[in-house]
């Protein structure tokens, strides 16, 4: 695998995890938390950590790879960088609601409720493409869609017991991480 295909995805893991880091800091406290996400966020990050295992540094690189990779990581930093936005100061790591809490539905918050999980799907996708053999590829999707869900599900209590109908009607609406897919 040639230099210059890790240093594209580092570039793209950079660009996509850089606003979370900007947004981090105007962080509010919050007045609601829910710390079982946390496991959603282990589950998640074996997902990330099984698409590293094979020996991509022996691969050969295929152009298609390389360019379904740069595809994904366009996606991911165009939807973190605007789904953090979008949140603002509501952003965190953890499941929770601020007191002040809006429920968001502008920018990617009209295609999906979670652009956020969807630019991480991205993300590992883009790497997955570029390292991965389909043999590693598919548990590390499955591990991830089993954290993304558990944490969507309890973000989405959240906020149905917050916003009652208005939340409702959104997610009737609006699909949750993957567009086109209620």
Request: aromatic fraction near 16%; glycine fraction near 8%.
């Amino acid at each position: 695998m040639p230099l210059y295909a890790f240093a594209i995805l580092a570039a793209g893991w950079i660009l996509w995890v850089l606003p979370f880091f900007l947004v981090h800091k105007q962080k509010q406290p919050a007045k609601q938390l829910d710390k079982r996400a946390r496991w959603g966020i282990i589950l998640v990050g074996v997902g990330y950590a099984i698409v590293w295992q094979g020996h991509f540094w022996e691969m050969q690189l295929r152009a298609w790879r390389l360019a379904l990779c740069i595809i994904f990581l366009m996606f991911a930093a165009l939807l973190s960088w605007t789904g953090a936005g979008a949140l603002g100061r509501q952003w965190r790591l953890d499941a929770g609601l601020t007191a002040d809490h809006q429920l968001v539905t502008a920018g990617p918050y009209r295609f999906v409720r979670h652009p956020i999980y969807t630019s991480m799907l991205c993300t590992l996708c883009a790497t997955g493409a570029l390292l991965a053999p389909w043999w590693l590829f598919v548990p590390s999707i499955l591990f991830f869609i089993a954290g993304t869900e558990i944490r969507v599900h309890i973000e989405e209590k959240l906020l149905a017991a917050h916003f009652g109908e208005q939340f409702t009607e959104y997610k009737r609406r609006v699909p949750a991480y993957i567009p086109f897919l209620r």
